[in-house]
């Protein structure tokens, strides 16, 4: 008798594989012989599901952007909305989101030569700029921020400070530990809200003593 493969979860064990061998190595050392092997399969059933090399790739880096999202928009329908729950879901804290972070930062320098890379990357931070000021305007509106804010102004600075912070991380994760990261990030925010209105998430934050310079 003939066995059944779940064709979309065979894919998915291959990007999987795919995401860790590209963080691991860079894009460029990723071959689909690798992704075979480390999926314990052979190169012909690899190359069944994905037409060649870059499929496989853009297929990985659409599916970390894709898993991201679901997982902030999830975290804030469970916090009702609070901005914080949002962008923590992106900020690199465990293995799963420094992971996705690596596999970024590898499709970014591709990006500089890659109209097509590029044009993925340009709408992703569209998308997720989109939302942080969709979710600003929400709270806004709730007379949660303080008056004067230049909505657009922060979300651009609160997705610059996620993006810079990230590439430190990656970098120098010994001096980025997960109470510095929540550090920086609430402390800006905390520069939104109106005296009163701090989410109890950044409250705590701020009330900790500094981390260690």
């Known amino acids: 008798m003939p066995v059944f493969v779940d064709r979309e979860e065979r894919r998915r064990q291959v990007v999987a594989v795919a995401s860790r061998l590209i963080a691991e190595a860079g894009l460029d050392a990723v071959t689909v012989r ?20 870059r499929e496989l790739l853009f297929l990985t880096y659409n599916s ?50 890659d109209p097509e890379i590029a044009e993925i990357q340009r709408s992703c931070i569209l998308r997720t700029r989109g939302n942080i000021l969709r979710i600003m305007r929400e709270l806004d509106a709730k007379g949660a921020f303080a008056s004067g804010v230049d909505l657009a102004d922060e979300a651009r600075r609160i997705l610059t400070l996620l993006l810079g912070m990230a590439v430190q991380v990656l970098f120098d994760p010994a001096d980025w530990p997960a109470v510095r990261q929540h550090a920086l990030i609430d402390g800006e925010l905390a520069k939104l809200y109106r005296s009163g209105r701090l989410p109890a998430s950044i409250a705590r934050t701020q009330a900790e003593p500094a981390v260690a310079k």
């Open 34 to 53: 690798d992704v075979a092997e480390a999926a314990e399969c052979s190169t012909a059933i690899v190359s069944h599901y994905f037409h060649n090399k």
């Open 64 to 113: 970390s952007i894709d898993r991201a999202t679901e997982r902030c928009e999830a975290a804030l329908i469970a916090a009702d909305g609070d901005l914080k729950a949002y962008v923590a879901e992106l900020m690199p804290l465990d293995e799963e989101r420094v992971i996705e972070w690596k596999i970024w930062v590898a499709f970014w320098a591709r990006a500089v030569a």
